[in-house]
C-alpha cells in the first residue's frame, strides 16, 4: 500500500525556505502519484503550501481523511478523480480559504463525509449534485460552515433512512435551517434550507 498520510503535517517551514519552497513546488508537478492510495492529513495544519497539485492522479486514493485540515491551499482541485475514495472524514475541517470548485466530484463512492467542510467558514459551493448514495455518516458535514448557504434537497433521492446526520448543518449559520435532517420525512430535509 503506497501513501503519503502526514507528509507535511504542519510543516510550515518546508515551504518558507525559497529555494525549498521552489522544488517542493516544481517538482510536485511531476510526482506520480497514480498509486497512492492514502492522503490522510498530508497537508493538515499547513498554511504555506502553494503548489500546483492539480494533475496529480488521485484516482486510486481511497482516503483523504484530513488532507487539507485548517491547511489555507488554495490550489484547483476541480479535474481530481474522487471516484474511489471511500473516506472523506474531515477533509477541509477548519479549512481557512476556500478557491477551488469541486461541484464536479463524482463522490459515489464516500461512505464518510463526518466534519468534511466543518468550521470551513468560506466554503459556499453548490454541491447538490453529489450523488452521496454510499453515505453511511454525514454527522457535523458543515457544521460551523458559516458561509454555506445551497440546498441539499436533492440528496433526498441518494439518502435512506439510517444514515447519521447529526449535527449536519449545526452552527451553519448561513443556512435558513440548521436543526438535523429527518431522513424519513417526505421529501426527506430540511438540507440547510427547507425542502
Request: hydrophobic fraction near 45%; charged fraction near 10%; include cysteine.
Amino acid at each position: 500500500m503506497l501513501g503519503m498520510s502526514l507528509m507535511f503535517l504542519t510543516c510550515q517551514e518546508c515551504f518558507q525556505v525559497p529555494l525549498i519552497l521552489a522544488l517542493l513546488q516544481v517538482g510536485m508537478l511531476r510526482w506520480n502519484t497514480g498509486n497512492v492510495v492514502q492522503m490522510d492529513s498530508m497537508f493538515d495544519s499547513n498554511s504555506a503550501f502553494l503548489g500546483d497539485i492539480s494533475t496529480w492522479d488521485v484516482s486510486k486514493v481511497t482516503s483523504m481523511n484530513a488532507m487539507f485540515q485548517a491547511s489555507s491551499f488554495v490550489g484547483a482541485l476541480s479535474s481530481w478523480n474522487v471516484a474511489s475514495v471511500v473516506d472523506m472524514t474531515n477533509m477541509f475541517n477548519t479549512h481557512i480559504t476556500f478557491g477551488s470548485d469541486i461541484r464536479s466530484w463524482t463522490v459515489t463512492s464516500v461512505t464518510s463525509f463526518n466534519g468534511m467542510f466543518k468550521d470551513a467558514a468560506a466554503f459556499d459551493i453548490d454541491i447538490s449534485t453529489w450523488a452521496v448514495d454510499a453515505a453511511s455518516d454525514l454527522s457535523e458535514m458543515f457544521s460551523g460552515a458559516t458561509s454555506f448557504s445551497q440546498s441539499l434537497c436533492a440528496w433526498d433521492d441518494h439518502l435512506g433512512t439510517t444514515e447519521i446526520v447529526t449535527n449536519m448543518f449545526a452552527g451553519a449559520t448561513a443556512c435558513s435551517a440548521t436543526i438535523d435532517p429527518v431522513l424519513t420525512a417526505t421529501p426527506a430535509g430540511p438540507f440547510c434550507l427547507s425542502c
